[in-house]
């Protein structure tokens, strides 16, 4: 069964560092997301791409973070200056084209600030 | 700002019982549903969706939506060992786009 990839599984990175976190959605799919869930706490949407673009984003994403898709299978998440509070299980999903579509969610990275 | 509450457990099942969770949302604008199971440090996973009020049964798992009560729910039929973990109930407005947003979840616990 097709399935969402993420890499790497675990990133640990120096606060004040730069991070790609990587994904390879679903090869059909046409909708991105990136969600995070610190420890102990709910998931939580950051941000949804569609058509080469940002479609939707929360709150939580802010100037520190940006998505891109830099070929025809990668879709990336950035995190500029990191900050110990961006420690957290980040997990990419993709879905496909129609209404009442689920999200697949991969594996996740668990990224580490310290 | 769009919530989803759940009782967060633990909810002790014997095995074989029915499991019952529970799952209210806020924004009434919400038009898909979805429950997702999380064994610990794993990803969410898909277990049921849901679109239309009434229930939808699959295999051991129905989902119950009543949209005029804003509440959605999830029942476990045989409950396996294999069952214990966190579920998690998802919703969105039902465009492609949009974000999903998640309850807390409920710890389930399948006593054998």
């Known amino acids: 069964e097709p399935e969402v990839t993420q890499t790497p599984s675990h990133q640990v990175t120096q606060m004040g560092q730069e991070v790609i976190l990587r994904c390879v959605p679903i090869?059909?799919?046409?909708?991105f997301y990136w969600y995070r869930q610190i420890l102990g706490q709910k998931v939580e949407f950051l941000v949804s791409?569609?058509?080469?673009?940002?479609?939707?984003k929360s709150e939580i994403f802010d100037d520190q973070f940006s998505v891109e898709r830099p070929d025809g299978s990668n879709f990336t998440l950035k995190i500029r200056s990191t900050k110990l509070e961006d420690s957290a299980m980040y997990f990419c999903?993709?879905?496909?084209?129609?209404?009442?579509?689920?999200?697949?969610f991969g594996d996740g990275t668990r990224l580490s600030i310290l | 700002q769009k919530e989803v509450e759940q009782n967060s457990g633990p909810l002790s099942v014997p095995e074989g019982a029915i499991a019952s969770l529970n799952c209210t949302y806020s924004?009434?604008?919400?038009?898909?549903f979805f429950w997702y199971r999380q064994y610990s440090g794993k990803s969410p996973e898909l277990i049921m969706s849901?679109?239309?009020?009434g229930d939808k049964e699959d295999g051991r798992f129905t989902a119950q939506l009543n949209k005029a009560s804003q509440y959605v729910s999830l029942l476990i039929r045989d409950s396996q060992p294999s069952d214990s973990a966190t579920y998690l109930c998802?919703?969105?407005?039902?465009?492609?786009?949009?974000?999903?947003?998640f309850g807390k979840g409920t710890h389930l616990i399948i006593q054998p």
């Open positions: 999903a993709s879905s496909g084209t129609g209404e009442h579509q689920p999200q697949h």
């Open positions: 090869s059909n799919h046409l909708y």
């Open positions: 791409f569609y058509n080469n673009e940002i479609s939707e």
């Open positions: 924004d009434r604008g919400s038009q898909s």
């Open positions: 849901i679109y239309s009020n």
């Open positions: 998802a919703v969105t407005s039902g465009g492609g786009a949009d974000g999903l947003t």
